[in-house]
Nanobody, 114 residues
């Protein structure tokens, strides 16, 4: 079992920055790939970024050049710069194990508004 807890969300003005954090606990040695997803009101959940255990990263086109995913031990971070109102969403982290099990956190709200 893996437990994930996100933090770092909040209200920020357009053009501002936030850093999200997701802490994993439990069987963290089983984790291969970590992801960030987001879900805006009235929309489906969408992929934001991913990082493998080897450090390979991939991003949604909508966040490339603005967001950076990183991981240190049992934490995965999402540095978000140049935020736009359309980045407003609940951001959740997902862990995928080597056995292809997946675990989700509860999410953290990010609101970009003036």
């Amino acid at each position: 079992q893996v437990q994930l807890v996100e933090s770092g969300g909040g209200l920020v003005q357009p053009g501002g920055s936030l850093r999200l954090s997701c802490a994993a606990s439990g069987s963290i040695s089983l984790i291969n790939t970590l992801y960030w997803y987001r879900q805006a009101p009235g929309k489906e959940r969408e992929f934001v970024a991913t990082i493998s255990e080897a450090g390979r990263t991939n991003y949604a086109d909508s966040v490339k050049g603005r967001f950076t995913i990183s991981r240190v031990r049992n934490r995965v971070y999402l540095q978000m710069n140049s935020l736009k109102p359309e980045d407003t969403a609940v951001y959740s982290c997902r862990a995928e194990t080597y056995a292809k099990y997946e675990y989700w956190g509860q999410g953290t709200q990010v609101t970009v508004s003036s």
